[in-house]
């Protein structure tokens, strides 16, 4: 029987890439640091993946187990060891932690052994590239025991509460895998589908469902709005969402040689998924962690200064980027963290640290402008 290794038993990992796995015939070994995440699964023989939509339907998995690494890292180095697949959901910031235990999961490998299929599923261009560089650091040695293969994931899935394990999410999921460094023996997952060059998918996905979902989320935020649908309801906030998405879809049918209609139809399904009445969603979730959203690669800078040194408008995405300036939920360790940026550094040094922007580039006098108009607009209070 096949194993797959999985890092991260949150939405992604459980409502998507394990189940993709499970249904591709793989045994899944969760492996997370959520102690009471892990109980819980170790507590059931399978778990519900209700898909909510137009199309509903709810897949059983019934064939995996689940390790803290936590508190067993032995039993998940022995799972990497012995595994055919590793995939990851844990969010960009958080593979330098899991990337030991592969790393140590590599060595215990049998010389003789297959390599390892390594994919990372997250929110970031070439995350399998970052994961393989804290892999590999100081044990090069390794690397002829490991393919490294980039992915693109897509599937909305909210923290809803449901009970125990199982997992709502949305009747729509696309899972992109660059097939080249496969050399023709990619591993067999039929609901993924492997392409020859992800850039053009991963930025399309990047620079569309993310950026126009935390366009949403900010400009909602800031309006008060209690819900991702009800944000999309406003009408200020949708005027926002498709100004920025026909900022990026410029930049994309230019850059990659999109067909302008079929990329129009690719941003209307996204605002339809957004919208899901079956899908309770939230601004402060898709939000979350504005300091990496706002960084140089994201979903509103990336596009942002590409289109800029292209002579493409970057006005609404300017106007995103003050939104989330303004997103100040307590909650949230990196919105905490912004807030005490705004107040603490000036509009040019706040845009270099946050957005990564040089001073001369063409986007950054722009940004300054939004990011000054925040700081304007922030209530003061007593240690500003
Ligand atoms: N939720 C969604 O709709 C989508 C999320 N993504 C991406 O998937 C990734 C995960 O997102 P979600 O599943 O929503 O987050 P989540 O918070 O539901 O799951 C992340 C899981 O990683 C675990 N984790 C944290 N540190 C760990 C470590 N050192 N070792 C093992 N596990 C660890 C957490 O305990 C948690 O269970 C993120 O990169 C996100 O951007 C991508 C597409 C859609
Ligand atoms: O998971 P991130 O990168 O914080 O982004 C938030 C949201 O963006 C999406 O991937 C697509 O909009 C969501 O499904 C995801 O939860």
């Known amino acids: 029987m096949s194993t797959a290794v999985h890092f991260g038993a949150g939405n992604i990992g459980r ?14 070994v969760f492996v997370d640091v959520n102690a009471e995440l892990i109980r819980e699964l170790q507590s059931v023989d399978s778990y519900e993946v209700r898909e909510v939509g137009a199309h509903p ?7 995996f187990r689940a390790v803290d690494s936590r508190e067993d890292e032995a039993e998940a180095i022995a799972a990497v060891a012995a595994a055919d697949i590793v995939t990851c959901a844990v969010g960009p910031n958080v593979l330098k932690f899991i990337a030991p235990v592969i790393r140590e999961g590599l060595r215990a490998r ?11 599923c997250e929110n970031a261009i070439g995350a399998t590239d970052t994961l393989a560089g804290f892999v590999l650091e100081g044990a090069g040695e390794l690397a002829s025991r490991a393919v490294f293969a980039n992915t693109a994931v897509d599937r909305i899935i909210p923290a809803v509460d449901v ?43 990047l620079f569309t469902v993310n950026t126009g979902h935390a366009t949403a989320a ?48 690719y941003v209307a399904r996204a605002l339809e998924r957004f ?21 140089r690669h994201e979903r509103f800078i990336g596009p942002a200064a590409e289109a800029a ?11 995103a980027v003050g939104a989330a300036l303004a997103f100040d939920a307590p909650e949230d360790p990196e919105a905490v963290e912004l807030q005490g940026l705004l107040s603490s550094l000036d509009a040019a040094e706040l845009t270099t640290k946050v957005t990564g922007l040089t001073p001369e580039h063409p986007l950054t006098e722009r940004v300054e402008e939004v990011v000054r108009a925040a700081q304007a607009a922030r209530p003061a209070s007593d240690e500003d």
């Open 15 to 28: 409502g998507f890439i394990g189940l993709v796995l499970h249904e591709a015939g793989y045994d899944v």
């Open 57 to 63: 339907r709810t897949h059983v998995v019934d064939r």
């Open 110 to 120: 049998p010389d003789d052994a297959a390599p390892l299929v390594v994919m990372a």
């Open 163 to 205: 009970q125990g394990v199982d997992v709502v999410v949305e009747d729509f999921f696309e899972w992109s895998i660059d097939r080249r460094p496969f050399h023709g023996h990619e591993p067999v997952i039929p609901a993924a589908h492997f392409v020859d060059d992800l850039g053009p998918y991963i930025e399309r996905k």
């Open 218 to 265: 900010y400009h909602g935020y800031r309006a008060g709005e209690p819900s991702i649908a009800a944000a999309l309801a406003n009408p200020a906030v949708r005027a926002e969402v498709e100004a920025a998405l026909g900022e990026t879809s410029a930049l994309l049918v230019e850059k990659y040689g999109f067909d302008a209609a079929e990329h129009a139809a």
């Open 275 to 295: 919208e899901n009445p079956d899908l309770p969603d939230t601004p402060v979730r898709i939000g979350r962690q504005p300091l990496r959203k706002l960084s």
């Open 309 to 319: 040194e292209r002579g493409l408008a970057t006005d609404a995405l300017t106007r």
